[in-house]
């Protein structure tokens, strides 16, 4: 993943950019997940990554033109 974030352009390749956006969201959102202690912050943090994640995964079964 890190080694493809210089290839991967928006411009160039859009859904291999939007892949690098959901795998960056999955990781963040597996990390709020594997905390063994959760605060209300941590909490609400990973909501708002699963939300992010859920948004770019709609984008992605959409068609694109």
């Known amino acids: 993943m890190y080694a493809t974030h210089t290839e991967l352009l928006e411009d ?6 939007l892949l690098l956006q959901c795998l ?4 963040v959102m ?7 202690v959760h605060t ?4 609400a943090n990973g ?3 699963v939300l992010k994640f ?7 079964s959409s068609p694109i033109e």
Do not use: F, N, Q
């Open 47 to 49: 909501r708002a990554e």
């Open 40 to 43: 209300s912050e941590t909490i």
């Open 24 to 27: 960056c969201s999955y990781v």
């Open 54 to 60: 859920s948004a770019l995964i709609k984008v992605g």
């Open 12 to 17: 160039d390749t859009p859904l291999g950019y």
């Open 30 to 36: 597996d990390m709020y997940a594997a905390l063994k």
